[in-house]
Nanobody, 128 residues
Framework: QVQLVESGGGLVQPGGSLRLSCAVS????????ISWFRQAPGKEREGVSC????????YYADSVKGRITISHNYADNTVVLQMNNLKLEDTARYYC?????????????????????WGRGTQVTVSS
């Protein structure tokens, strides 16, 4: 059973930074890609980033490229989402999720049905 627990959300001013973590159950990072999604009130859930287990390939939504970095932290079994230069439109609840495979694939953000495991999310609010 894959378990995912997000942390690190909070209130930050525009231009600020946050570091989100997705803590995963043992060996998950060896076998599963991990994606981050976000959902703002009244909007559909959208993909933010994905990192593959196999070759460490990384994918980013166009809206966050250059501002967000995803990485594995094997020491504490987490996937980290470093978010810099945050904007008002980054306000959302952020979720990590794992598909039933080790690679992200080019369609990583387009089909929610491919994600079998989800965390409960962490809230990010960007406000002045």
């Amino acid at each position: 059973q894959v378990q995912l627990v997000e942390s690190g959300g909070g209130l930050v001013q525009p231009g600020g930074s946050l570091r989100l973590s997705c803590a995963v159950s043992d060996r998950t990072l060896d076998y599963y890609a991990i994606s981050w999604f976000r959902q703002a009130p009244g909007k559909e859930r959208e993909g933010v980033s994905c990192i593959s287990a196999t070759d460490d390939s990384k994918y980013y939504a166009d809206s966050v490229k250059g501002r967000i970095t995803i990485s594995h932290n094997y020491a504490d079994n987490t996937v980290v989402l470093q978010m810099n230069n945050l904007k008002l439109e980054d306000t959302a609840r952020y979720y990590c999720a794992a598909p039933g495979r080790s690679s992200c694939g080019t369609a990583w953000s387009r089909d929610m049905d491919q994600y079998y495991y989800w965390g409960r999310g962490t809230q990010v609010t960007v406000s002045s």
